[in-house]
């Protein structure tokens, strides 16, 4: 079975830094990935680490560590339309699997 | 280039019906999962079809089922309706050259079952 923790909720402000923290106990595991989902639409990819390490991609990046069972997604500069839930799956890297979704931290950014 | 689609947006059924949903995926892509979302277990895989096989199985009664056809476009079937089956019913495409790993997302469908 698999098993994906984050929190529930997180707060921060405009123009700040948040990271937002995801462990996952898994049988097999072949890569993670962050979506961004905001409140009635559909989940939007954000990264995908199959490797350990910092992956960057403009104002946001994810990071991975394997044997840790651990990963995290950093934004910056947070504007205010970054306030949505952010999921953290883990799955098969090729698409040959389901994606096991964490419960998902809803992020607000206050002015 | 299209995204994915799913019809239709919105359901209502009553408990004991059945309903089909469709997804039709990226251009090209091959492979589509399902996964039902609600506010108190999250998103939940369901199952996951390739070139009209099913792939891989989330761990849903056999009141779930699915198919996909050889243009891609995947349906799902739900028998005997429960209250509890009242989600969102999202279908995801995958499989394009360049990011074969990315899930790109549908709309979703909206089921309410009374």
């Known amino acids: 079975g698999q098993n994906i923790d984050q929190p529930t909720e997180m707060t921060a402000t405009e123009g700040a830094i948040v990271q937002i923290n995801c462990t996952y106990q898994?049988?097999?595991?072949?890569?993670l990935f962050w979506y961004q989902q905001h409140a009635g639409e559909a989940p939007t990819f954000l990264s995908y680490?199959?490797?350990?390490g910092l992956e960057e991609k403009g104002r946001f990046s994810s990071f991975l560590s394997r044997s840790k069972g651990y990963s995290y997604l950093l934004l910056k500069e947070l504007q205010m339309k970054d306030s949505a839930s952010y999921l953290c799956?883990?799955?098969?890297?090729?698409?040959?699997?389901?994606?096991?979704f964490g419960k998902g931290t809803h992020l607000i950014i206050q002015p | 280039k299209a995204g994915v689609t799913q019809t239709p947006r919105y359901l209502i059924k009553t408990r004991g019906q059945q309903v089909t949903l469709s997804c039709s995926p990226i251009s090209g892509h091959r492979s589509v999962s399902w996964y039902q979302q609600t506010p108190g277990q999250g998103l939940q895989f369901l199952f996951e079809?390739?070139?009209?096989?099913?792939?891989n199985k989330g761990n849903f009664p056999g009141r779930f089922s699915g198919r996909q056809f050889s243009n891609s476009r995947s349906e799902m079937n739900v028998s005997t309706l429960e209250l509890g089956d009242s989600a969102l019913y999202l279908c995801a495409s995958s499989g394009g050259q360049t990011k074969p790993y990315e899930q790109y997302f549908g709309p979703g469908t909206r089921l309410t079952v009374t």
């Open positions: 799956a883990v799955g098969g890297g090729g698409g040959a699997d389901g994606l096991t």
């Open positions: 898994t049988s097999g595991f072949n890569g």
């Open positions: 680490n199959v490797l350990d």
């Open positions: 079809y390739f070139s009209e096989t099913q792939r």
